[in-house]
């Protein structure tokens, strides 16, 4: 067992050894012998003259380039839009499971708050029989006033902003019928008092 264990140990010990070799070039061997890289068989690329031919269109791939050249307005339109319709329906839906984690978690005496609202909104229906514009202004004007009730604070900021934008409206309003009346009114007084008509 001692000679299996020396003649083992022997060879894998001289594998652990780390020899340094120096190569030298011969005296007697001249410089004019070494080749370049590019004269290797090895790394020399034949010279061909290659060129490309495009094979002729079939029929079939004519036709789909057709249809493909005709309907690529409408597929531009197409990306077009959902590209400007994506971010809102996102909006959207971030906006609907904001509202569902709110009312899965809502604070208390909310519910019985949003059936107050929405009871007042229905006699605002009930009490404008009969008249559309009753039917457009009764429901929401009991509702906020509803709503005035159990969020005065937000009904004050409401008001202030919804004030303003009503202000903003009457005056764009007031300035397209002046802009109206001027243009025509105006026109057809200066035709009645010219001398031709006299």
Not at 23 to 30: C, E, L, R, Y
Not at 101 to 110: R, S
Not at 120 to 143: D, E, N, Q, T
Request: charged share 20%; with cysteine; proline share 6%.
């Amino acid at each position: 067992m001692f000679k299996v264990i020396q003649r083992s140990v022997g060879p894998a010990s001289l594998s652990l050894l780390t020899f340094r070799v120096y190569a030298a070039p011969k005296k007697d061997s001249s410089h004019k012998n070494y080749m370049k890289v590019d004269e290797l068989s090895l790394y020399s690329v034949p010279e061909v003259q290659s060129k490309y031919v495009e094979e002729p269109r079939t029929e079939l791939e004519e036709h789909f380039s057709q249809l493909r050249h005709n309907c690529e307005p409408y597929t531009t339109w197409c990306q077009e839009i959902y590209s400007q319709t994506k971010p809102r329906v996102e909006r959207f839906v971030q906006w609907g499971s904001d509202n569902y984690e709110y009312l899965q978690n809502a604070p208390h005496g909310f519910f019985p708050r949003l059936g107050v609202i929405g009871f007042a909104g229905f006699v605002g229906l009930l009490l404008a029989r009969g008249s559309k514009i009753k039917k457009l202004v009764y429901p929401p004007f009991f509702m906020g006033l509803g709503a005035s009730i159990y969020y005065p604070q937000q009904a004050i900021s409401f008001a202030q902003v919804s004030g303003e934008k009503l202000y903003d409206w009457g005056l764009q309003g007031y300035i397209v019928v002046e802009g109206l009346w001027k243009e025509h009114f105006q026109k057809s007084g200066n035709v009645k008092n010219s001398p031709g008509n006299k």
